[in-house]
């Protein structure tokens, strides 16, 4: 069963890398099947680790699964950073964790606002103003919190008990309703 991390760690890599070069880890080159292995480390769920390096090749030395293990870690913390997800190169994906709640609002959708979570606040708002060539999403309010999963689902539920209509995580509800409705989220 593959993580929903390798899936997206997979189709990022294959748009990236074509079937030879690796990542923007540069001076690496990798073949397609070389490419293959360490997506599958690299997505795995545990940290990637000596022993599995020697899974995948067998026959290589200590000095060169050193390398190889080095290897793997840089596209996972590569990957990491592109998808967003906060696996970092010695961990696994998280659940919970600390990180951002926020509303943000578009000039284009009066009486519109999104709630969301996230751990880069600043990454996150140019993801929605790429697709604005005016750049008009702006930050309402954000909060770090020590739950983001948590204190996200919290806040959609406040707002959809407060909202006229709801649309995922957007909500048609005036500034200050929102806000009182934010501010009493942990």
């Known amino acids: 069963m593959t993580t929903r991390y ?3 760690l997979t189709e990022i890599g294959k748009a990236r890398n074509g079937s030879k070069t690796a990542s923007k880890v540069r001076g690496i080159k990798w073949t397609s099947g070389q490419m293959t292995r360490i997506r ?17 090749y067998p026959q290589i030395g200590d000095y060169k699964s050193e390398c190889m293990l080095t290897k793997v870690k840089l596209l996972r913390k590569e990957m990491s950073e592109i998808t967003g997800l906060e696996d970092g190169i010695d961990g696994i994906r998280k659940s919970k964790g600390k990180g951002i709640v926020y509303l943000v609002e578009n000039e284009m959708y009066p009486g519109w606002i999104k709630c969301g979570m996230t751990i880069d606040m600043k990454n996150r708002l140019n993801s929605y103003n ?57």
């Not at 509800?173 to 009493?184: G, M, P």
């Open 6 to 8: 390798e899936k997206k």
């Open 40 to 56: 599958l480390m690299a997505g795995a769920e545990q940290a990637p680790s000596i022993e599995m390096i020697k899974s995948f």
């Open 130 to 186: 790429c697709n604005d060539p005016l750049k008009r999403f702006r930050v309402i309010v954000e909060k770090e919190v020590k739950n983001r999963r948590k204190s996200e689902t919290l806040l959609k539920r406040e707002l959809e008990n407060v909202s006229s209509l709801s649309n995922g995580e957007w909500f048609r509800v005036d500034k200050e309703t929102a806000l009182s409705s934010f501010n009493s989220v942990k």
